[in-house]
Structures are given as structure tokens and as C-alpha cells.
């Protein structure tokens, strides 16, 4: 439809005259800095990709030259037997109300840390012990918890609640906080220049523009504590990943399809849920 | 030749507020026309309708005609009953738009954002991969000198102050190359030399190059000064269509005046307007 | 089949050991030499992935536990060669039921009483001590369904039903000597907490799988090397230091037949278990429980031989 | 009394541009100061730096003196040496800042965003948990009524117009009810009528509540007509500051022309200023 | 310092003439849908956190009453035993490369889909579906995916980097798609309107908006890939996590503590290395 040199023809005539009067044009300089320690970092990369390429013991080909066990593999899971759900269902439930105070909790100690953790709302002094101590949270393995708090709370779903809780709450206060360093700083520097302290700064300038994605967050982690297995395992709490789990390791695999279909299904929801809530803030 | 920009009884509702109101209006090939009327009338709607980047009302409720709603842009339907028309992308780089809010992206550099106004000429694999030529790029510093910003080209869209912002998208624009040129509000933020400068220039490429420019404008010095032809919106309707010399104070006055709420009207309208040649009027003493 | 180059050695955590790749690390060496060819371990603390692996030719020789290796033999077409040994020369470990010291239960009838005021920390379902051994001799041969005796039944692995039982948040729970023996020597004080209130039969130890489809020069060539591990050559000092860091004494020979008790066990768990099913068709769950009964006719007659 | 701003001695150093150069001012309570200068001139980082929103260089290199970098609003400090007032926040609630981007929070209504114009004065709490009484908020409703936007009250800030959205900002800043009130470029994309309603507003709290006012303005008729007293910048210093009335065309000429690559001045200047009385120097005919 | 009666007294003289000829002001109405839609919401949400309550069983009173059980659980920990350094050394290495391949490739997976699953990007045609093919790479258990691949490749780290490839890409491609349906539309429309095709759009409006956020999630999951153990232990590709497994069930808890602090520095290093990448693109 339209050509370049048509186009270039007509356009020195838009920016009319060249030569003559204009000065000299110069494209601005490369940061020169910046440059190098870009293409210093991709050299690394690729350096530890190279690297990890050994250890991972890589063999593409074989993924290709196997696909029939795979295929034989997967034809166990089918047909799926839903024979047992009432089990199914009621475990679904079980891990659906742990995970829903595991998930609850986890927000409600977030959304301070997260916030805290943020380099543009908090000063470094907060900030830098506040991610440590999120780290750790996250770090510390679930299952070091689960029998932390079996100790205290004895057996069961409260001790999953317990051990969710905290290791979810530092993953989220890391996602939450980086969303709100993403954030756009006009919109709070209008609420800062009324005078309004740090907290409300917060409140009506951060939180509107972080909610999508914090509520996007939240329903994610709600979803992956309803599929664990893990933690709920340790603590002989019971749930829909124990019942998978066990599933697997008894190759009953006609019943394994029958459960992840529900899970499926539970994310499914879950994830349109969050759709739903986020157009409803967006 | 035909005519550059044919919309035909267009209406936009905004759940229930009507932005814009079965609206006609023809601009033929080569013509600069000054888009005018109070804040909230609805020249944004209109210009972003014009270039497909909004779609018009499923059907005009004010027309009786089959073709409500239908936007012609270079021969071309853009979109016609809220339905955008497939082939708009082509059609789209041969408009170019200067938004009222600049819409930069605010992490790349103003150069990289000046280029980007070539993305809809050049090998889509080119643009995709970000590789301009160095040509392309001296396109773009010569469209950043004209309007007096090639010194920034390196610096970041977000660091750059409001009148800088608002040149570099008129320096994209004008990098595009278009057909027709939508400008909205092009010279709000801009000082008066700035200001004078970029009407200048797209008066040019109007003169020169033959390009149809349709310019929303709030100081109708400037439009009365720039443009041939005048259209006036008010509240969402078409109130005045005809040379900029024939527009009158008073009609201004009701232009501006009669939107509901915008209250009562003063002679300081015109002088605003018109400039101020007794600063002796001045309302209040200074106190220093 | 074709001669091995490298031989896939698949190690898993079982119930009764602990899996570190260091202490393994001399047995392997050893191993690569006299076998003449690669041996390439990997430890995985789950067993699913290893016999899924030796049923596509992925996994050529295995070390399981009892549940475990009855899989692979029923489901990965493998087969039971040789047997570990305790290094203190036990050939198993025992199943059992703990409680807490200051608890007034002492002896298995305490718990068959049904008073619904106990809480049990079951072991995890494929567990053999945990789950299996206990259900059948502690409950069925008493007639005890544990979910209509017990105020609360929980699953949980060994570790975690110790401590529960250590910090009385149940009353009791099952467990098995050697994981009984690593809490007396890492966790003492939750171990003076302890006390054992039924022992089981004993558990056969460990068994060693491999392929069924390796060929017989090489399950040859690997039962010698097992089997004289200590026993036969020059080092025979230096082997069995190597295998009593591993907690273990020289190998004894075995076969699919170790596997029988277990196998009875596991039946009788699916017989009871499609007895309560209520949603099956009545004629399809009698013809299932004849076959299993038939299996079990079966399995008593080769276990005595 | 004392002076409602002081600057001492700033500068302000973005890498290596320097947008301020040892700038000093004093501005005495309940005057109406305009800021004029061309784009990128460093209005708006005067503006964001007396708020205390930004902070200046650390040491004022121009500056002999020990109080380099100091700037004093309502005789407490907000800033000295690039260090901020600890303080600052109290400060702030009597400072109303109206910003050139508007920086209203998208995702709430436009009542929100104005009545949150309260929360620098209202018992930390309450504004905390959003409780605001029917009251304030019948005070936001009064002073989007002064802006001629009341009917808006319940759409989301990012739904409004360009010109809407600026009102929105005035609205938050008057709800305010500051001592000083700095305003960055109020009326650039306001129609006429609205401008000149924004400016009366700001005239008349200056002159009937004793306001102190700095304004930028791009359009010097309004710097003339409204404030007795200019300032002007070039390239960040302070080139001009007197009384509005001697602002002469040859100045300004010089003010917008010599910035560098702002290139030739010529007579459209004071005409585009001074209103265009004769349509008919048109430099385009219309093709239509 | 400033009071609110003597600023309301400013004020009214601010906003002038209160009542005469300024027509009735009016507080704009509730939104009556909305209002109902997010009460119901919070009366069913309220709910739910009742009901599961029970089913959770509640009781954070014992966390308090047994204190002390868990003080003593904690004492345990200490002092931390590094003697096997050398090892957990040489597994972290594993892990990270393992780790390394598996998010490198989910995250070239995740950005397609992740694209295509956003609303505001792609047509509902093509997010659905998407969508739906993401929450089940999410919800089908790692462990399912460990053995489908074990079967192909045999058991090794390269099961572990194809199971972890396609559980993070579900994960990641969810968390992805819902950064781009939260930017700021504007920019986009600027590129739209220069005629550039739809991938253009991406590359210029889009991702140079998303990319903060983008990196932080592969970060995040880069991370708790390396703390994974479910995957790698069902492979035998052993790695840190599998060795703090196995710590854990034999109660060697000096050791325990010492690998959680190797996994706490790294994690924290890993934070370090996302805040200053981020900071570079922000
Ligand atoms: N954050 C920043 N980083 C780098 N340079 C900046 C930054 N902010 C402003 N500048 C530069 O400082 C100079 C002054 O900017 P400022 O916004 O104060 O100008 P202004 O007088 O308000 O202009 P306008 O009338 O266009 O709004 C400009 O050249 C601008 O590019
Ligand atoms: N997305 C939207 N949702 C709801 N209302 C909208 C939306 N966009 C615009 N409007 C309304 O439509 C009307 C016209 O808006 P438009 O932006 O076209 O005005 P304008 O003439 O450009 O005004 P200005 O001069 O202030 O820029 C305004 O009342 C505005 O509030
Ligand atoms: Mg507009
Ligand atoms: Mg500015």
C-alpha cells in the first residue's frame, strides 16, 4: 500500500529543507556504562547457561525418541474413574477450608510486609531486615513448620493452616512488594502533597494502583495451597493433594486422573474468579 | 479525489452519558481544520474514533440511515456501526495521532520513542525486532529538531517535562510520515514560541505536502490564526462548521458559555482571548 | 538383551534406612569396578518415579522397600535378588505402637477398648510399618475399624507421629524400629518420651531388584557381586566397613518368595476395603473379592512351602 | 509576618542537566506570583522542589554562602542543603500543590480524589480508614461546583477528559484550604471559559482570604491580566522578576526565543499573545 | 498547628457564597448494583471463612499454650552443624542448574502464552483456551509430569528441568498475563496508532511496562525451583532440597539448620539480584 521511498520522498519534504541553515544532527551517545555491564550480564547468562547445560545432563533428543513411552505412560490415566468421589469431594472441601485460612492469614501479614518491603514507600532500614525476614519465610522449608507447629498444635488441619501461613506469607510479601515498586509515583505524590502521613500515602495513592495485581496474587497462592500436598501431607491434615499423592504412589492412575481433573476444574474457577474480581477493580 | 476523513452520524455513549451525538462531518483531502469547544464536549472521543482507536455506538440511535455510525478515513471505511473495519492496521499508519496525553512509553528513551512513528512503513520483521536503520533513527532526530528537542534524544520519556513530553509525541507523529494528521490539543503544554513553532510547522506540511490535519485546539487565537476552517462541538453535537473568520465573539461566548454548568460569561472572554491590552485592569493590587 | 554399559542404580529412601549420597559413595566405586562397567546411582526419597523408570528400561537395578518392590515386580517386571541385612544381623524390622511414657496405655488392648477417647496418628497409607502391618494385625485380626474407635485418626509420616506422641498431641501412633532407633540417637529427649506398647512380626528387610529383562550374564554378574560383598575376596575387611557405614551386614541371597507376607497383607487391606465399598455393584464386588480370596488361597500355600 | 516563600541559593542537578541554577526568590504572604519560562525551563521542578516533593542539590555549587540550597515556606523550613524538614508533613497539609500531570489516583471517583484534599488536616485515623463525613464531602461537592465539574462526581478519575481532569486537580487543591497554594500550569488544557473561571477562583482567594499564589503559566495574557508580580526563568535561573506590567513583547521575545535551539522569533509572537485581530494574514488558503 | 474549625472557617470564605445563587449540590448516588454485588461478595466471603473455621479446625490458643513444645522443637536447630559443607555445596550447584534450565525455558514458554492469555491483548478465543491450557499445566501435580518424563529421559536432573518446564510455564505464563492487564492502556495506543502490527504493540507498549514486574516472577520462581524437592526427589536428581528432605525425616536437625541457612543465602542473594535487575530496568 504505501512504499519507504515514497514515503522518505515525501517526508525530507515534512521536515523540509535539509542542509542550509539546520546544525548538524548526532544521534546521543551510547551509555557507554551501561552498555558494557548489559553486555557483561548476558555474557554471564549465558556462561551459567552453558554451564548448567552439564549439569542438567540436557538430552533434548531422547524427549523426541521416547515420546512412545510417554504416550504409553499417559494412556494408563485413561479412562479416568470417578468411582470414589464422594472422597473427592469431601477432601476437596478439607483442603479448600485450610487453605482458605492459611490463604487469609497470609494476606492479612502481607499486605504490612509487603508494603514495608517496598524500597519507594519504606526507608532501607525497614526495608532490607523486613525482605530478609521474608526470605526466610519463604526459605525455611514447609515441612521444618508443619512440625513446628505439630508440636505446639498437635496433628491436623490447624497445623497446616499454621505452616501455609507463614511460608505463603513470605512469597506474597515479596510479590506484593514488587508490585508496589512498579507503581506510577504521581498519583501518590498527589496524596502526599495534602499533607497526608505515610499510611494514607498508602492507602489512596498505592493500594488502588497495586490491587489487580495483589488480588491476582492472592488467588494464586489460595490456588496452589489447595493443590498442595506437602505440608498437608506432613501433618496428617488430609486434603486433595494427600489423596493425589497417594494416588501416584499406588499407580492407581485411572484415579489420579479422575482427581486431577477435579483439581483442574477447582483451578478453573479459581482462576476465573480472579478474572472476575480483577475487571471488577481494574 | 474524495474526501480524507467522512464520518457519518456517529454516536458514542459512555454507559449513560452520550459523548458524542449523531455527528456529521466531511474534511477534504488537504484541508487543516481547528477542532474547538468546552472541556468535555467530546473532540478526544471524536479524533480517537476517527483513527479506530475507539469504536462509535452499535447503532446511531439519532440516525435513520443504514449507515450510522460509518467513519471513511482516505477512501477507506475505519469503522462503520462499532464494527472496525479488518484492514484497519494498514489504514492506521497512514494516520497520524498527537494525543492530548501524550501516550509515551515512559521507560524507553525519547529517540526510541520518536522512531517507533516508522513501525507502520518499514518490514514488520525490522520493526518487530527493534532494528532502525541509522537513517531511521536521523529521521527521527531531524523530527525531534524541528520541534526544538533534539538535545534530549537520549533521555528517558518520564524524566522529560511537560512541554518535552508533548513535542515528542508530535515529533512521533510527525516521524509517521501520515496522510492525515489528528492532533489533539497538540499545543497545551507548550510556551508561546513552542506553541507557534509547531502550528507553524503542521500549517507547512498542510501547505507543502498536501496533508489533511485535523487539530483540537483550546486557544482560538491560535485556530483563527492556523486554520482555514472551524468545527465546534458542544456537548457532543456539531454547533458550528465554517471558515474560523466567521466565528464571532459572542457565538464564543455561547460556545463556551452555555454548557450547563460553565456559568455566567463575562467580556473577559474576549479579552482572553483577543489579548490584554490594559494590564492596568488588573483585579487585585500586588502586596510585596 | 543387548550387554549394559552403564548400569542405572536406583536408590530410594525406605523406611528402614537413610539415604546419603557420601556413604554410598565407596559402595559404588566398588561396585563399578567389579561389575566392569558404569554404575550410575540416583537417590529419589520417592519410589514412584524409580519404578515407573524400570518399567520403560529406564532403571536396571533398584533398592526398595517391601511395598515398593512388590510394585516393581507386579507393575515394572522386576525381580527380587537379593536381600540387606541389618548390620546388627537382623534380617528385618518390627512394626510399632508408641505412646507416651506417662501414658496410662501399656499393652495392645488398651487400645482395642473403643471408647472414642483416643487419638491415633496412623502412618501414611503406602507405608508397610506404618500403615500396612499395623492394619492388619492390630486391627483386623481384632476386628477394629480405627475410624469408628478413635476420637481422631490422622495419617502422618514416622517422623512427625514421633514427635506428636513425644508432645502427647496424640495418644498414640504407629512407628518402626529403625526409625525408632535414628530418634534415640538424633532426637533423645523426644525419645525418653517414648515407650513401645506392641511390637509386630518381623518385616523382611530390604530387598534389591533388578529387571527381569537384563540378560542372565548380567543379573548373574550382579548377584555374584552382591552376594560376595563381603564375604569373598581380598577386601573383605575394608567391604564390611564400607557396608556397616551403610548400617549394614554382607547381603543374603532372596527371592519374589520375600515378598509373599506382604503381598498377603496388601490383599487382605484391598478384601476389606471393597467390603465397606458400598457403591459398587454388589455382583461386581463379590466376583473381586472372590478373586482376591482366591489369590490369597494361593499365596498361603507358596509362603509355607 | 514574614515572607510566605523563601529559596536560597537552589540548584537541582537531574545527572548531568542541571534543570535549576542557584535560583533565590522570596515571595511575601497573599501575593499573586506567575512563573513564566519556555519549556523545560525548570517551572515545574521550582514547583515540586518549594513543595518538598523533590529534593535539591546538596550543595548549591553558585552559592558562597552557607544557606545554599534552602527553601522556607511560612517561615518553617522545608529544605536545606538536599536535606527535607522532618516536620515536612504539617507543612504540607498548609501547601496546595496543583499538578502539571494532575497525578490523580485512576482507579478511584472523582469525589474520592478530591476529598482527599482533607486528609493533611482531619485526625489521622479517620482519614486513615477513609471515614469521611458528609460534611467534607459536601466540600468537595463545593469546590467541584467552582470548577464547573459537579456533575462528574461519581466517574473514575481515568474516564474523564483531559480538561476535566485538570479541573479535578484544582478541585483537590482548593478542597485543600491551603495558605499557599502553588500551581503548575492550571489552565493548559482548559478551554477559555474555564480558564478564566480558574484563574477568577484563584484571583479571588488570594485577594478575600489572603492565599499566597505562585501560578505557571504559558500563556503570559493570563500572567498579565491576573498577577501583579512575574517571574521568569531561562534555563533554570531566574531571569526576570517585577511587576507584571513591564513585561515588554521584546522581552518575552528574548525569554522564549534565545533558549538555545528555540531558534527565530518573529512578529507571529506578540501577535499569538496579543490576540489576532486580523484573521485574514491567514498563511494557508483552504482547499476545501 | 493548623486546626480544622479555622480551616472549614477559611474554607467556606474559600469556595465563597455559600448558598444564593449556587444550585442545590448533590452527592452523586451509590451505585446500587455495585453496592449490593460487593455486599453479597463480602457476606459470602465472610462465610466461607466461618465454615471453614470447623472444618480448619481453629483453635489459636494452643499456639500460645504450648509455646514452650515449640521453643524446645527450636532449640534443636542450634548450633547449626556445617560439617558436611562440601556436600550441600556441591547439591546447591546441582539444584541451580537444574533450576536454571527449567525456568529459562518455562519463562521463553511463559511470554507467548502469557501474552495470549491477556484480555486486553489477545481475543477471548484465543485466552480461553489458553488460559485453561495454563491452569492445567499448573494443576496437573509436578509429580505427574516428573514420571511422564522419567519414562522418556530416564530418571536425572534433565526429568527434573522438563517437569519443572512445564508446571513453572503454567504458573508463570498466569502471573505474566495478569501484569499486562494491569498496564496503563495509553502507551499502547500510541503504538497502535502508528499503524504497528499487533506484536509491535507488545514489544514497545507492553512489555517495556511489564518488565519489572516479569522479571521479579522469574525470580521468584527461579527461586523456589532451587528449594523444590517433590520434582527432583521423584527423579533422583537429588539437589539441596532433597538433601534437606532427608535430614529432616532422620531428625538430623544441627545439619537441617545448617542447610536452611545455605538455602536462606541464596534465596536472599537471589532477592538481592532481582531488586538491583529491576532497579536497572524501573
Ligand atoms: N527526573 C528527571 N531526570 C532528568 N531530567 C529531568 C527530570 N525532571 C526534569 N528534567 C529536566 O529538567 C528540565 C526542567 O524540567 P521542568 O519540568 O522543570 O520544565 P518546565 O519548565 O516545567 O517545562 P514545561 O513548561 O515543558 O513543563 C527539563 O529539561 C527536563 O528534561
Ligand atoms: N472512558 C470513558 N468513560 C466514561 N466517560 C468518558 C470516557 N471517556 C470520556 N468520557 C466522557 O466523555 C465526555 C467527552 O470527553 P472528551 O475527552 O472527548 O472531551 P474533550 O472535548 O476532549 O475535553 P477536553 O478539552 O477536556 O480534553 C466527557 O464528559 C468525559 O467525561
Ligand atoms: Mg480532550
Ligand atoms: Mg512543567
Not at chain 2, 32 to 58: H, N, P, Q
Not at chain 2, 184 to 190: M, R
Not at chain 3, 184 to 196: C, D, Q, R, V
Request: proline share 4%; charged share 20%.
Amino acid at each position: 500500500m504505501t512504499d519507504i521511498t515514497q514515503h522518505n520522498g515525501r517526508q525530507s519534504g515534512q521536515f523540509g529543507t535539509p542542509g542550509g541553515e539546520s546544525k548538524s544532527l548526532e544521534l546521543p551517545p551510547r551509555d557507554l556504562k551501561r552498555s558494557v555491564t548489559s553486555l557483561l550480564g548476558w555474557g554471564l547468562f549465558f556462561l551459567v547457561l552453558m554451564w548448567s547445560w552439564e549439569g542438567a545432563e540436557m538430552r533434548p533428543l531422547d524427549l523426541f525418541i521416547y515420546a512412545g513411552n510417554m504416550s504409553e505412560f499417559a494412556a494408563g490415566f485413561f479412562p479416568p474413574d470417578f468411582h470414589e468421589w464422594p472422597t473427592f469431594l469431601e477432601q476437596m472441601l478439607i483442603t479448600v477450608q485450610i487453605a482458605v485460612w492459611g490463604t487469609v492469614l497470609s494476606v492479612i501479614c502481607a499486605i504490612p510486609c509487603g508494603v514495608l518491603s517496598a524500597e519507594n514507600v519504606a526507608p532501607w532500614w525497614i526495608v532490607q531486615p523486613m525482605r530478609r525476614l521474608m526470605d526466610a519465610a519463604r526459605a525455611i522449608n514447609e515441612m521444618v513448620f508443619a512440625m513446628l507447629f505439630v508440636v505446639a498444635v498437635g496433628l491436623g488441619p490447624f497445623a497446616g493452616v499454621l505452616a501455609l501461613w507463614i511460608h505463603t506469607t513470605g512469597i506474597l510479601a515479596k510479590l506484593f512488594s514488587e508490585a508496589v515498586e512498579a507503581i506510577d509515583p504521581r498519583p501518590v505524590e498527589g496524596i502526599r502533597a495534602t499533607g497526608a502521613g505515610k499510611v494514607q500515602e498508602v492507602i489512596f495513592g498505592v493500594i488502588p494502583q497495586v490491587m489487580p495485581l495483589w488480588i491476582s496474587y492472592s488467588l494464586y497462592r489460595f490456588e496452589s495451597n489447595v493443590r498442595s500436598a506437602t505440608v498437608l501431607g506432613i501433618v496428617g491434615a488430609g486434603g486433595i493433594g494427600v489423596v493425589l499423592w497417594e494416588y501416584i504412589r499406588g499407580f492407581y492412575y485411572a484415579e489420579t486422573a479422575a482427581v486431577i481433573i477435579i483439581i483442574i476444574a477447582t483451578v478453573t474457577v479459581l482462576d476465573l474468579i480472579s478474572q472476575r474480581l480483577r475487571k471488577m477493580v481494574l | 479525489m474524495g474526501s480524507a476523513i467522512k464520518v457519518d452520524g456517529l454516536s458514542k455513549t459512555f454507559r449513560k452519558h452520550r459523548a458524542l451525538n449523531n455527528v456529521s462531518l466531511t474534511v477534504d483531502r488537504g484541508e487543516m481544520v481547528a477542532l474547538i469547544g468546552a472541556s468535555g464536549s467530546g473532540k478526544s472521543t471524536l479524533i480517537r474514533l476517527i483513527s479506530g482507536l475507539e469504536r462509535g455506538d452499535k447503532t446511531g440511535a439519532a440516525s435513520q440511515a443504514g449507515n450510522s455510525g460509518r467513519i471513511q478515513v482516505l477512501g477507506s471505511p475505519v469503522q462503520d456501526g462499532g464494527q472496525l473495519n479488518r484492514s484497519i492496521r494498514n489504514l492506521r499508519a497512514r494516520i497520524g495521532v498527537i494525543f492530548q496525553q501524550f501516550n509515551l512509553v515512559n521507560r524507553l528513551s525519547l529517540l526510541t520513542n520518536v522512531v517507533l512513528g516508522v513501525l507502520g512503513r518499514i518490514p514488520a520483521w525490522r520493526g518487530t525486532l527493534g532494528l532502525f536503520t541509522r537513517e531511521e533513527k536521523m529521521l527521527a532526530m531531524e523530527a525531534l529538531r524541528r520541534v526544538g528537542m533534539d538535545q534530549y534524544a537520549g533521555q528517558r520519556a518520564s524524566t522529560l517535562s511537560g512541554g518535552q513530553q508533548q513535542r515528542a509525541a508530535i515529533a512521533r507523529a510527525l516521524m509517521q510520515g501520515a496522510e492525515v494528521l489528528l492532533a489533539d490539543e497538540p499545543i497545551a503544554s507548550l510556551d508561546p514560541e513552542s506553541a507557534r513553532r509547531v502550528m507553524e510547522n503542521m500549517a507547512r506540511i498542510n501547505r507543502e505536502d498536501g496533508i489533511t490535519i485535523v487539530v483540537s485546539l483550546h486557544q482560538v487565537a491560535y485556530a483563527m490564526r492556523y486554520c482555514p476552517r472551524t468545527v465546534a462541538l458542544r456537548a457532543g453535537e456539531v454547533v458550528y462548521d465554517g471558515p474560523s473568520e466567521a466565528l464571532t465573539p459572542s457565538f464564543l461566548r455561547e460556545l463556551y458559555g452555555a454548557d450547563s454548568e460553565e456559568l455566567v460569561m463575562d467580556e473577559t472572554l474576549s479579552g482572553a482571548i483577543h489579548g490584554v491590552e490594559a494590564p492596568q485592569q488588573m483585579p487585585i493590587a500586588a502586596t510585596a | 538383551a543387548e550387554k549394559l554399559e552403564t548400569l542405572n542404580f536406583g536408590i530410594i529412601s525406605t523406611e528402614s534406612s537413610q539415604n546419603l549420597k557420601t556413604v554410598w559413595d565407596p559402595f559404588l566405586a566398588d561396585m563399578e569396578k567389579k561389575l566392569g562397567m558404569k554404575v550410575k546411582a540416583f537417590f529419589a526419597p520417592d519410589y514412584a518415579g524409580v519404578i515407573e523408570g524400570m518399567r520403560f528400561n529406564k532403571v536396571d537395578v533398584a533398592w526398595f522397600g517391601n511395598k515398593s518392590a512388590m510394585e516393581a515386580v507386579d507393575r515394572a517386571g522386576g525381580e527380587v535378588f537379593v536381600q540387606t541385612v541389618d548390620v546388627t544381623g537382623n534380617p528385618g524390622y518390627w512394626s510399632l505402637l508408641l505412646a507416651h511414657k506417662d501414658s496410662k496405655l501399656e499393652k495392645l488392648e488398651d487400645v482395642l477398648s473403643c471408647q472414642g477417647d483416643l487419638a491415633f496418628g496412623n502412618g501414611d497409607p503406602n507405608s508397610t510399618s506404618g500403615f500396612l502391618v499395623p492394619s492388619y494385625y492390630v486391627f483386623a485380626q481384632n476386628n477394629v475399624d480405627p475410624k469408628n474407635c478413635y476420637k481422631t485418626v490422622r495419617s502422618a509420616n514416622h517422623e512427625t507421629n514421633a514427635l506428636a506422641v513425644a508432645n502427647k498431641q496424640v495418644d498414640f501412633a504407629t512407628n518402626n524400629t529403625e526409625s525408632l532407633s535414628r530418634i534415640k540417637e538424633n532426637n533423645p529427649k523426644a525419645f525418653e518420651n517414648l515407650k513401645i506398647i506392641w511390637q509386630s512380626p518381623l518385616i523382611p528387610a530390604d530387598p534389591i531388584v533388578y529387571r527381569t529383562n537384563l540378560s542372565d550374564e548380567t543379573k548373574a554378574q550382579l548377584k555374584a557381586f552382591f552376594l560376595g560383598y563381603g564375604r569373598l575376596g581380598t577386601d573383605v575387611e575394608k567391604e564390611k566397613k564400607i557396608l556397616a557405614d551403610l548400617q549394614w551386614a554382607p547381603f543374603r541371597d532372596s527371592s519374589n518368595a520375600q515378598l509373599y507376607p506382604i503381598r498377603q497383607l496388601q490383599l487382605f487391606r484391598d478384601k476389606v476395603k471393597l467390603q465397606g465399598d458400598d457403591r459398587m455393584d454388589a455382583s461386581e464386588r463379590n466376583s473381586k473379592i472372590a478373586g482376591i480370596e482366591e489369590k490369597l488361597d494361593t499365596l498361603k500355600i507358596l509362603a509355607n512351602n
